[in-house]
């Protein structure tokens, strides 16, 4: 079965960079936004997707769209919008889907795939996994900030994966996203979790790239106890990563190492003022945790910080930290 449309819901870091990539492979996908300013630009710039080490830029072409029903029946849809915003764009899937349309997200956190599920059929909804990054420099660029895996599974685990879900995965590798499709998805949703756990509210609230909060025994003493908590509500809803903690968080610090440079989602959140996905991660620590009896106290404070500094309007700058990261 062929996958001929695809659309992408919101042209944030990872929406773009998703749909340069796959652009240039297909050249029909598109992408629904809510900002109707936005749209009217992008569709006059087009997208631009700088490479690191590089002064390669790869640019496309999608058509955007304020308008679900103007795009009409999709083979594919991906969901990037901020995992928050899920609620918003639920009427906008009676247009985009038929009785075979995949929706597939490849938001943060954990949740959003229960949010869909209210209006799409398990049959046809999938969990994805990406460990790209991308830091937005300018509404229409990104600068592709780190490569790695990307994994996609069903919602439920129980129901056979489609073709069309088959065929985007083999669309993703050749995109040059190493996408494999996993018989169980929440493994990995849960790794990648961790891994979140033991970064983004801690860099958000410190004004750190990933790499520094290694040089800071007393946040990595933080990061440790989140993480701890975390595992053990994992542990405590039957997800077997096959990692004892310790190199769960040997894991995290890699990753710390390995994207030093990086500034976080939520960090860029921060910077651009914009409300995080704190409820989407370590929000959803908490509240799973409750479900199973397991106490989260590290990861509720974080939570709270977070909130604290969010509704303040985060008066509290990053100074010395420059970032060109625009909306």
């Known amino acids: 079965m062929e996958v001929k449309k695809i659309t992408i819901i919101g042209p944030g870091s990872l929406g773009i960079l998703f749909a340069v990539k796959i652009w240039q492979k297909l050249s029909s996908v598109t992408i629904l936004d809510h900002n109707p300013k936005r749209a009217k630009k992008l569709n006059k710039s087009g997208l631009r997707l700088l490479l690191p080490g590089s002064d390669s830029v790869m640019k496309a072409f999608p058509?955007?769209?304020?308008?679900?029903?103007?795009?009409?029946?999709?083979?594919?849809?991906?969901?990037?919008?901020?995992?928050?915003?899920?609620?918003?764009?639920?009427?906008?899937?009676?247009?985009?889907?038929?009785?075979?349309?995949?929706?597939?997200?490849?938001?943060?956190?954990?949740?959003?795939?229960?949010?869909?599920?209210?209006?799409?059929?398990?049959?046809?909804?999938?969990?994805?996994?990406?460990?790209?990054?991308?830091?937005?420099?300018?509404?229409?660029?990104?600068?592709?900030?780190?490569?790695?895996?990307?994994?996609?599974?069903?919602?439920?685990?129980?129901?056979?994966?489609?073709?069309?879900?088959?065929?985007?995965?083999?669309?993703?590798?050749?995109?040059?996203?190493?996408?494999?499709?996993?018989?169980?998805?929440?493994?990995?949703?849960?790794?990648?979790?961790?891994?979140?756990?033991?970064?983004?509210?801690?860099?958000?609230?410190?004004?750190?790239?990933?790499?520094?909060?290694?040089?800071?025994?007393?946040?990595?003493?933080?990061?440790?106890?989140?993480?701890?908590?975390?595992?053990?509500?994992?542990?405590?809803?039957?997800v077997d990563i096959r990692m004892e903690f310790q190199d769960v968080l040997t894991f995290v610090r890699k990753v710390c190492r390995d994207t030093g440079e990086n500034i976080s989602s939520m960090l860029q959140d921060r910077l651009k003022k914009s409300k995080t996905e704190i409820d989407f991660i370590n929000g959803a620590v908490v509240k799973i945790g409750k479900c199973y009896g397991v106490k989260t106290p590290v990861n509720e404070t974080l939570c709270n910080l977070v909130e604290f500094f969010s509704k303040s309007g985060w008066h509290q700058g990053c100074d010395g930290l420059s970032s060109p990261l625009v909306n």
């Open 63 to 238: 058509y955007v769209s304020v308008d679900a029903k103007e795009l009409g029946v999709q083979d594919v849809v991906l969901v990037l919008v901020k995992a928050f915003q899920t609620e918003d764009i639920l009427d906008a899937f009676e247009h985009l889907c038929g009785a075979d349309t995949v929706v597939v997200t490849l938001q943060n956190g954990i949740g959003v795939g229960d949010i869909l599920a209210k209006v799409i059929q398990e049959k046809n909804l999938a969990l994805g996994v990406t460990m790209h990054g991308a830091n937005k420099r300018n509404f229409d660029t990104v600068m592709h900030a780190g490569s790695g895996s990307t994994f996609v599974g069903m919602f439920n685990k129980d129901c056979t994966p489609t073709k069309k879900l088959e065929k985007l995965a083999d669309i993703l590798d050749q995109c040059g996203f190493s996408c494999s499709l996993v018989n169980d998805i929440y493994p990995i949703l849960w790794k990648k979790l961790l891994v979140n756990i033991g970064i983004n509210a801690l860099t958000c609230i410190s004004c750190l790239r990933n790499g520094q909060l290694l040089d800071y025994p007393h946040l990595l003493s933080i990061q440790e106890q989140a993480v701890a908590e975390a595992f053990e509500v994992m542990k405590g809803s039957g």
